[in-house]
């Protein structure tokens, strides 16, 4: 049986330009990135765009990067710094409203071996962007904190690590940004 | 502990990361207090919400389009030693400026030629008088400049018209 090589040792050979090597990185990491970026802007196209300027930015940068820090910080560092910047300049709240976060095609319950109705995917579509919005109206770093945690489970410290705050930042950012959450929900609801 | 204590703690408390003594003074608080038990009911239900929120694959063609970025981002890219040229140039405050000192320079060398023999071309009536070459300058664009055919055509007509009153 093949050894699964370490990220670490994947980023080493990249460093030496290594292209197989950084093509098992991207494909290990490729969904992660994408769906970071894609619930924090809201917009497929845009996701896919800012994550392979992620990618790119990992392949230039890999001679730089030192193991000791955990590379899932490091290229979620890249991505965070990528969606709080870029955005700016792409106008912030252009994209987020009047755009439907799911688009046809989309895969949804995936996981269900039964064929869901066309009115299970209607309303599960219609659910989905319901959250897509409310998340989307959340403050930047309020949004950013919330993603990180609920979708790839990272502690305090790795998100605090990522966004470049102290671990009470990132607890009060998480406090706020849930309760602005739950009322934006419930608006919808009404 | 009281209310808006537990309160600021209650994030950390449904996220797992209070130490064990705190994580039981804030569930001893939930049991007796129905106000902070109906704030993380709130809290658990948008967490829960947010489950929705399906996951996205990337694209079959992801990682093709990657390569062919950071290959034409290579063809692109201004021969190393001169980006720093390229990217100071590119910016909108030296390109604004330039642009004003050239038109400074030009309007300045426009009057200094205009002015001086070293100009081949002068008008004639420039070198006679100083305030010249600014009437010879307004003349030009009178709809009928004298001197011309124009002219010529325009005194013939008048002098027709008086003729036949």
């Known amino acids: ?190 | 502990m009281k209310c808006p204590q537990v309160q600021k703690r209650l994030s950390a408390f449904q996220d797992g990361e209070l130490t064990s003594q705190e994580k039981e003074r804030v569930s001893r608080h939930l049991e007796s207090c129905s106000v902070c038990r109906e704030r993380y009911a709130e809290m658990e239900k948008a967490w829960q919400a947010l489950g929705d929120l399906k996951e996205i694959p990337p694209e079959p063609g992801f990682y093709g389009q990657l390569v062919k970025k950071i290959n034409d981002s290579y063809e692109t890219r201004s021969p190393v030693g001169f980006q720093w040229l390229f990217q100071f140039f590119s910016s909108p405050w030296v390109a604004s400026t330039l642009l004003l000192a050239g038109i400074l320079i030009g309007t300045f060398l426009g009057n200094f030629l205009a002015g001086s023999d070293l100009f081949p071309f002068r008008p004639s009536m420039a070198s006679k008088s100083p305030g010249a070459v600014e009437v010879v300058s307004f003349r030009v664009f009178d709809p009928v400049p004298p001197g011309t055919l124009g002219e010529g055509y325009m005194r013939m007509v008048r002098n027709t018209e008086v003729q036949y009153r």
């Not at chain 1, 093509?23 to 924090?40: A, D, F, G, K, P």
């Not at chain 1, 949804?108 to 919005?133: C, F, G, K, W, Y």
């Not at chain 1, 989307?136 to 305090?156: C, F, T």
């Open chain 1, 1 to 190: 049986m093949g050894k699964t090589v370490s990220t670490e040792d994947l980023m080493a050979q990249v460093a030496e330009g290594d292209e197989y090597a950084f093509e098992v990185l991207v494909r290990r990491h490729q969904t992660s990135i994408l769906n970071l970026i894609y619930r924090y802007v809201g917009d497929r196209t845009k996701a896919k765009d800012l994550a392979q300027e992620v990618l790119i930015r990992v392949w230039r940068a890999a001679n730089r990067y030192e193991p000791k820090a955990k590379f899932t910080t490091w290229i979620y560092r890249i991505t965070a710094n990528l969606c709080l910047n870029e955005l700016k300049s792409y106008g912030k709240r252009k994209l987020l409203f009047g755009e439907r976060p799911i688009e046809e095609g989309q895969t949804l319950n995936e996981e269900s071996n039964v064929s869901p109705s066309a009115e299970d995917i209607l309303l599960a579509e219609e659910r989905s962007r319901q959250i897509s919005h409310a998340l989307q109206n959340l403050p930047e770093k309020q949004r950013m904190a919330l993603i990180l945690k609920r979708y790839d489970n990272l502690s305090y410290g790795e998100i605090a690590k990522i966004m470049e705050c102290s671990i009470s930042a990132v607890e009060s950012l998480l406090v706020r940004a849930k309760r602005n959450l739950h009322e934006k929900l419930a608006h919808h609801k009404k």
